[in-house]
């Protein structure tokens, strides 16, 4: 049977990505890939299998596994800092026109 948020076969104890993900879980408890392939993959035992799905839960509500939000969300950022780029760039050439004014 599927535990719960289980999509997939659990593979096999000796399966290599099977032993990535573990251990890279067990190296970076916040990595969002391997949270994922556990969950999805069923790997870890029913309680560590609990605790991973509250936070994968969590993930996928504020949307770390969907590709359109992280898109843009990059772009938003990429806009925001162009724009504060941009307002500094005016602010300096004000600053440089003020001064070329005084000293003529």
Known sequence: TFKD????????VA???RAFYESLLEEKP???????????YGVKQLDDHK???RKYSNLKEKGAFNIHAKIKRALEKRHKIGAL???KKEKKEKKEKKEKEKST
């Not at 391997?34 to 969950?39: D, G, L, N, P, W």
């Open 51 to 53: 605790k991973l799905l």
């Open 85 to 87: 780029s941009k307002e």
């Open 30 to 40: 916040d990595s969002i890939i391997a949270i994922r392939f556990c969950v999805e």
């Open 5 to 12: 948020g289980q999509k997939f076969l659990t593979p096999p």
């Open 15 to 17: 399966d290599p990505t």
